[in-house]
């Protein structure tokens, strides 16, 4: 498939990225900004280290405490379904209503981490793209591993559990 040069240099589109743990979806955005497209990276998982790192601020950082900030982030998913999505969503749209009224080009947003159905519907209803990252188990567990990580079935494969909402992938 080509496209044209005026085609290219369109802004992209605000691009929501979902996928297992360790596949990439971090990487994607690095190297849409190296690329230089005007990108911002945002994530939901953001709020919700921000939120548990103030309420334990005595948890070392590295390696990440995975099995701690899932059940954090769950319970408080239980209480709210769009905890993590709504401060989310809200700061882009902060970010972009700023921009535009400084005369600013807004960049597109990159969001790195949808892992539930609620965040992709929200994703989904504002228009973002939708885009699945794949990589092999073997590579994501070699990344875990590199960072130190466990490397626990549950948590692997979190994003497979229906029960919590979470997207089949």
């Known amino acids: 498939m080509s496209i044209s040069l005026k085609q290219f240099l369109k802004p992209l589109p605000n691009i929501a990225l979902f996928a297992k743990t360790r596949s990439g979806k971090d990487e994607v955005y690095n190297v849409l900004n190296r690329m230089g497209w005007n990108v911002e990276r945002y994530a939901f998982g953001d709020a919700m280290k921000e939120k548990f790192y103030s309420v334990f601020p005595d948890i070392p950082r590295e390696p990440k405490p995975t099995k701690a900030m899932i059940e954090f982030g769950e319970s408080m998913r239980k209480i709210d379904p769009f905890v993590w999505v709504k401060p989310t969503m809200n700061k882009m749209n902060v970010r972009k209503y700023e921009l ?49 990580e466990e490397v626990s079935r549950r948590y692997f494969r979190c994003t497979n559990r229906k029960k ?3 997207i089949q992938l």
């Open 164 to 166: 919590n909402g979470s």
């Open 100 to 148: 535009a009224q400084a005369g600013l080009n807004v960049p597109s947003f990159v969001i790195t981490d949808v892992r539930n159905w609620e965040e992709y519907n929200a994703c989904k209803n504002a228009g973002f793209t939708m885009v699945k990252v794949w990589a092999s188990e073997e590579t994501r567990i070699k990344r875990m591993e590199a960072l130190g």
